[in-house]
């Protein structure tokens, strides 16, 4: 959806949850994520405050004339709804997911969203991994279990990296470009510790401790990375970080072979697009250098990639000019 | 009543696009939007794709369900694929036994490259093999790695004494289910089928291996399947179906409005033939002559079933908008339905030991339960 | 003795030291190792039985053909569940 944002436009911030719940509780807010639009409806009292502190950045929008995927979450009816209140996702009438508590909607709405983006997006490539953005190129962060790969990219998009997604490496085949999937960076556990002490004034929503994925708390993205969310990104590099209690920061290439499985079989979507998947992974691979790096000091490891970088940057331009 | 002069209650007239797709270049975003969220939610969505795909139509879409179409294409092709790759396999594991392998529904449009093969979304493999041979194709199937779900005594009594159909089987490479039939309706059921009187009218699929039921018995299997069911809930698709093989049949064949209430009434199946044929003559404009029209409701319901009948089955099958709640009176509907299906399908005194059993909870639910 | 082909349309790319293979048959992707998708080359020429495979191989290689026997016979079963190779005559899902 090209809306129509000006300077004039309000933002999230701006309105009062007030006017938030009432847009919820009517046509919806349109939640502009860059590649994707989402409709959300909802009937839960504390929803639009959790959108406010989250989604503050991003245009508010009351009215609009397209959205991707439609998502209610309404309080579940029944007798439950005064012993043990939850809230439930709906998406085109169609009920998802187990019940959340009613004090929960916001990572049920993340949650839900994701999936709903992983399964009807078969347009782009859509890689497991965070996605930033530095000099025009894409660095892309695959989620490995135990990788740390939210908090590392949670701390790149706090110190001069452009957030494209925390979950999604949205590469766009037909265009040869990652297309950023804008959404808060949902944080475990002592991750939320660690970017908290990382960046004191970066703004979160609240800790819900008792999830199924454990404490989950959500950083909101920055004005800079909302404002050019529709600026797409060229193939930079791919990082498989590991976050290892102790060690010293590492900086080892990857060969191809280890590269392409990271990027392919680590896809959402991969096996679905076929031919289409695999050329554009192939073309990944060709593009993009691979480094795996192993760390423990937080601080350390975003100098390393800082290094790094433009040098990256140099052989992409190197190449085009040849 | 004339095959032309019935039109489609309102909120169905987007399903015309499936095979007029020139009219979606009148509809707006919202319209646009409207229709992917239903068509997406009925299984619809790579059919319209497909239909435009074929017009050369894509690119007048614009843009924001442009990506939708397209999407839901890659889904099918890739569900498509899969199902055409488990069939040539279980065809060389089944080759060596001397019986007929029948493909049913689906597996069998794709196999005819039927126009309503375009834009499926597989995801279970239907075929029939002869009853005397089934334990044998399931040996040779297991032989290969396919597993059944591991029953309990009862459930797998039921599957063997009451049902047209073995457990559905898996295999850890193949991400689509094999369903194993030896019949299209139940042996137990009020509509009980001959599935030798089946297999004697096979005809040839575009592969050598598998065969494909008579094209009028494709028809009265795909209405039986439906308009027997439990669930008829979002089921349009079903219908539309019904109405791209009438269509189909019809075209190739000048007797087949002629043979197929004969058929009908030959196998026992004049009923779900005569609702198919409603709904499909009222929604789809499917052009069954008028006289046959005639013969077929004359040999369905009679007037008094049809007056609470038709009423039900036209609630439940109209799927509901994308932003409203389902009608308490679909839910109603659709309770009345399913207590009619039970009735269908098997005699009350087998009835009622099946129901009580399915309503225990399964083993191990405490594990599953969901603690919030 | 047994001949294989190729399957048609089959995608070959170089990743590494391993290769990647797509099969249009089963809309899967595969890793191979250097043997596997040498026996692929082989077959882009033409189908070919396990010793004619051997043979080609050996030329390319050095290694004796007796000696590449039993790894190339070895491999068909997991080329063809890969949708990588089908094994002829080509009888039963054959366009008719």
């Known amino acids: 959806m090209s809306a129509g944002e000006s300077d004039i436009t309000r933002s999230l911030a701006d309105v009062t949850p007030g006017a938030i719940a009432d847009a919820l509780a009517s046509d919806g807010l349109w939640l502009d994520l860059g590649a994707v639009t989402l409709n959300v409806r909802s009937d839960s009292p504390v929803l639009a405050v959790q959108l406010k502190a989250v989604y503050g950045h991003y245009p508010f929008i009351d009215k609009a004339d397209w959205a991707d995927a439609h998502i209610r979450i309404m309080q579940a009816r029944g007798l439950r709804r005064w012993m043990r209140p939850q809230v439930v996702f709906y998406c085109d009438g169609r009920l998802a997911f187990d019940p959340f508590p009613a004090d929960s909607p916001l990572p049920l709405l993340e949650w839900g969203a994701n999936w709903l983006v992983a399964q009807r997006l078969n347009d782009l490539l859509l890689l497991h991994a965070g996605a930033v953005e530095r000099d025009g190129f894409a660095l892309l962060l695959p989620a490995i279990p135990g990788s740390g790969k939210s908090t590392l990219t949670a701390a790149l998009s706090q110190r001069g990296w452009r957030l494209l997604s925390d979950e999604f490496g949205a590469f766009d085949p037909a265009a040869g470009v990652f297309r950023a999937m804008l959404k808060p960076v949902a944080l475990k556990n002592a991750s939320i510790e660690v970017i908290k002490d990382f960046t004191p004034d970066a703004v979160f929503g609240p800790v819900f401790p008792k999830t199924r994925k454990g404490r989950v708390a959500h950083l909101a993205a920055s004005k800079v990375s909302v404002q050019r969310r529709h600026d797409t ?12 209690a102790g060690s010293p920061t590492r900086w080892e290439p990857l060969a191809e072979h280890v590269l392409f499985p990271a990027l392919s079989f680590n896809a959402f979507n991969y096996n679905l697009l076929g031919e289409a998947g695999f050329r554009a992974a192939i073309a990944l691979v060709r593009q993009c250098p691979g480094w795996q790096l192993i760390y423990s000091d937080l601080d350390d490891a975003l100098a390393t990639i800082n290094a790094a970088w433009p040098g990256i940057v140099e052989r992409h331009a190197q190449v085009e000019a040849s | 009543m004339s095959t032309s002069s019935t039109s489609p209650p309102a909120h169905l007239l987007w399903l015309q696009a499936l095979r007029t797709p020139e009219q979606t270049l009148l509809w707006t975003l919202a319209d ?3 229709v992917v969220r239903l068509a997406r939610r009925l299984r619809l969505l790579a ?4 239909s435009l795909a074929a017009a050369g139509m894509i690119d007048e879409v614009p843009a924001q369900p442009r990506r939708h179409l397209v999407s839901e294409q890659r889904l099918s ?6 199902m055409v790759w488990v069939l040539e396999r ?4 089944l080759a060596a036994g001397n019986y007929p392998l029948v493909l049913l529904k689906g597996s069998a449009y794709i196999g005819q490259n039927l126009p309503i093969a375009a834009g499926r979304l597989p995801s279970d493999v239907d075929l029939l093999v002869p009853k005397a041979h089934i334990a044998e194709a399931q040996s040779r199937l297991r032989a290969a790695g396919w597993l059944e779900a591991e029953l309990d005594e009862h459930d797998q009594r039921y599957y063997h004494e009451w049902s047209h159909e073995v457990p559905p089987m898996t295999h850890p490479v193949h991400t689509m289910e094999l369903d194993l039939h030896h019949n299209i309706q139940p042996p137990v059921a009020r509509m009980r089928v001959d599935a030798d009187v089946l297999l004697q009218r096979l005809a040839p699929s575009k592969w050598a291996a598998w065969q494909v039921l008579a094209p009028i018995d494709q028809v009265l299997h795909s209405a039986v399947h439906l308009f027997q069911d439990s669930e008829l809930r979002d089921r349009l698709r079903d219908l539309v179906d019904l109405d791209g093989l009438m269509r189909h049949f019809s075209a ?8 197929l209430p004969a058929r009908a009434a030959a196998l026992g199946l004049s009923e779900p033939l005569a609702l198919a044929c409603h709904f499909c003559h009222q929604w789809l404009q499917t052009p069954v002559p008028a006289n046959t029209l005639v013969e077929i409701e004359a040999t369905g319901p009679g007037r008094l079933k049809r007056a609470w009948l038709l009423p039900l089955l036209a609630q439940v099958l109209t799927p509901t908008e994308p932003d409203s709640d389902p009608s308490a009176m679909q839910g109603v509907a659709a309770a009345l339905l399913l207590a009619r299906h039970h009735y269908g399908r098997m005699p009350l005194r087998l009835l009622i030991p099946h129901t009580w059993h399915k309503m225990q909870p399964p083993k191990m639910a405490t594990e599953l339960l969901d603690k919030p | 003795m047994r001949c294989f082909a190729r399957v048609e349309g089959i995608l070959v790319e170089p990743v590494g030291h ?5 099969s249009p048959a089963t809309g899967e992707t595969a890793l191979l190792n250097d043997e596997s998708a040498s026996i692929l080359e082989v077959l882009e020429i033409e189908p070919a039985d396990t010793t004619a495979v051997c043979v080609l191989l050996s030329s390319d290689s050095g290694i004796a053909p007796d000696e590449l026997f039993a790894l190339v016979d070895g491999s068909w079963q997991q080329l063809t569940e890969a949708g990588l190779v089908r094994e002829l005559p080509v009888t039963l ?3 008719q």
Request: glycine share 2%; charged share 20%.
């Open chain 2, 90 to 93: 279980v065809a060389i594991t």
């Open chain 3, 93 to 95: 899902n054959n366009p």
């Open chain 2, 252 to 259: 190739h064949d000048p007797r087949f409005w002629v043979d």
């Open chain 1, 233 to 244: 990104a060229r193939p930079g590099a791919v990082v498989l970080p590991k976050w290892q």
């Open chain 3, 18 to 22: 391993l290769w990647a293979a797509f």
């Open chain 2, 32 to 34: 646009w939007e409207r």
């Open chain 2, 77 to 82: 092709h890739w569900r498509t694929t899969a």
């Open chain 2, 47 to 50: 059919r319209l794709a497909e």
